[in-house]
């Protein structure tokens, strides 16, 4: 066997069985190519198939599956080689029993909760506004308010949005988040809305859809919340 059978040969990953136990998942990557998923049923019967995804969860009550998709492996590589801009994952929501599904772009990561059902929360990739042809003009220039960026340092935009109404809030500048493993609650801690702003970290009740702050500090940076 040479570099070349490995391009023709069909690798099994990701593998998953449902809570329930009803349905399978797993991804099927020839090669160095992209990987493809596949969910069947308990007697073999596929039920769905997407191609170029990268991480996939089945939720906690076995009603959906989610999973990200970029674009193909071979595209990626030449934007690389052309130092052109990266396309950014798209998030799928796939309703199994009404073969449905939803697609969120621009997601930067997401979670799903271990022990219970009905979320998910992710994160919003920074979308860079394009430069606009600067205008001649004799006005003088203004000074532009400095405004805070989403990143590393600041955080991100998390969305937390169910799965079943298809409702959403958005919580700003998270640095970290966590869903808890039994209790419908999400922890998140964010470094404030502006720049004079505490941060903080926050409980959310996701069955009373109430938000409290349990901790706060100017300076204070929080890790593996959960």
């Not at 199994?96 to 998910?120: L, R």
């Not at 003009?137 to 805070?148: A, G, L, R, S, Y």
């Not at 700003?172 to 419908?184: H, L, N, R």
């Amino acid at each position: 066997m040479d570099h070349k059978d490995y391009d023709i040969w069909n690798t099994i990953k990701d593998k998953e069985i449902a809570p329930n136990g009803k349905y399978v998942k797993y991804a099927l990557e020839k090669g160095e190519k992209d990987k493809t998923l596949k969910v069947k049923d308990i007697d073999g019967n596929l039920i769905f198939s997407h191609a170029r995804v990268k991480e996939s969860h089945f939720t906690y009550d076995s009603k959906y599956v989610l999973f990200t998709v970029n674009a193909w492996k071979d595209s990626i590589l030449e934007l690389k080689r052309k130092k052109d801009k990266l396309p950014k994952d798209t998030l799928v929501i796939y309703n199994i029993k009404k073969d449905e599904f939803v697609k969120i772009p621009n997601v930067k990561s997401f979670s799903i909760p271990e022990k219970w059902a009905g979320k998910v929360a992710y994160y919003l990739e920074e979308l860079k506004k394009e430069s606009k042809d600067k205008k001649e003009t004799d006005e003088p220039k203004k000074k532009k308010k400095k405004v805070k960026k989403v990143g590393k340092d600041n955080g991100y935009h998390l969305v937390l949005r169910d799965l079943t109404s298809q409702k959403q809030d958005t919580f700003k500048f998270v640095s970290d988040y966590g869903f808890a493993k039994k209790g419908t609650k999400l922890v998140y801690a964010t470094t404030g809305i502006d720049k004079q702003a505490s941060t903080g970290v926050y409980v959310v009740d996701v069955s009373k859809d109430k938000s409290t702050q349990v901790y706060q500090s100017k300076k204070a940076k929080y890790y593996q919340l959960e």
